[in-house]
T-cell receptor
Framework: IAGITQAPTSQILAAGRRMTLRCTQD?????MYWYRQDLGLGLRLIHY???????GKGEVPDGYSVSRANTDDFPLTLASAVPSQTSVYFC????????????FGNGTRLTVT | GQNIDQPTEMTATEGAIVQINCTYQ??????LFWYQQHAGEAPTFLSY??LDGLEEKGRFSSFLSRSKGYSYLLLKELQMKDSASYLC??????????WGAGTKLIIKP
């Protein structure tokens, strides 16, 4: 089934540990995004990539890094997790930046203790 | 600054009609999106408006007034499965999406 796959579904992580959230899409979409969703707040963009080989910073990039080695994969890394990074993380993709709707993965629920 | 305002929560009755409002302030404007998000699930696309007026898709319609910085999502013939959060997002001049916090819609029988 075409779409976006995120892994893991959920994770409990000790503060200070390194963690990579995985995101793979099979729709050959050019643009990919990482958002975090916290209660009472709108989705906040962490990093994005308009095409393979390029990445950009979103609204809340500190403490996170991404890479886009190919079209399909867009991993998000937390180098040294902190409790404020406890959140639900959504990966999304679109055919191109602009009026095309976003397709979201099912999310990763991360708890940093 | 850029921001989106929408009500936190609304309650409606099965079979009725409900209108969810959204006001936005962005640097430039390249359209407004509505997404539906059931609890514990991913957001899914409902509608996109870039020109003024009403767009109808079955039981759901979305309206935009660019001069007023205002949109609404209209849901008709409400069903229990429509219980969800509805997210409003405006696209600014840099094609970045500014998201509202979402409106939780509770449907009562």
């Amino acid at each position: 089934i075409a779409g976006i796959t995120q892994a893991p579904t959920s994770q409990i992580l000790a503060a200070g540990r390194r963690m990579t959230l995985r995101c793979t899409q099979d729709m050959r979409h050019n643009a990919m995004y990482w958002y975090r969703q916290d209660l009472g707040l709108g989705l906040r963009l962490i990093h994005y990539s308009n095409t393979a080989g390029t990445t950009g910073k979103g609204e809340v990039p500190d403490g996170y890094s991404v890479s886009r080695a190919n079209t399909d994969d867009f991993p998000l890394t937390l180098a040294s997790a902190v409790p404020s990074q406890t959140s639900v993380y959504f990966c999304a993709s679109s055919d191109r930046q602009g009026s095309e709707p976003l397709h979201f993965g099912n999310g990763t629920r991360l708890t940093v203790t | 600054g850029q921001n989106i305002d929408q009500p936190t929560e609304m309650t409606a009755t099965e079979g009725a009609i409900v209108q969810i409002n959204c006001t936005y302030q962005t640097s430039g404007f390249n359209g407004l999106f509505w997404y539906q998000q059931h609890a514990g699930e991913a957001p899914t696309f409902l509608s996109y408006n870039v020109l003024d007026g009403l767009e109808e898709k079955g039981r759901f319609s979305s309206f935009l007034s660019r001069s007023k910085g205002y949109s609404y999502l209209l849901l008709k013939e409400l069903q229990m499965k429509d219980s969800a959060s509805y997210l409003c997002a405006a696209m600014d001049s840099n094609y970045q999406l500014i998201w509202g916090a979402g409106t939780k819609l509770i449907i009562k029988p």
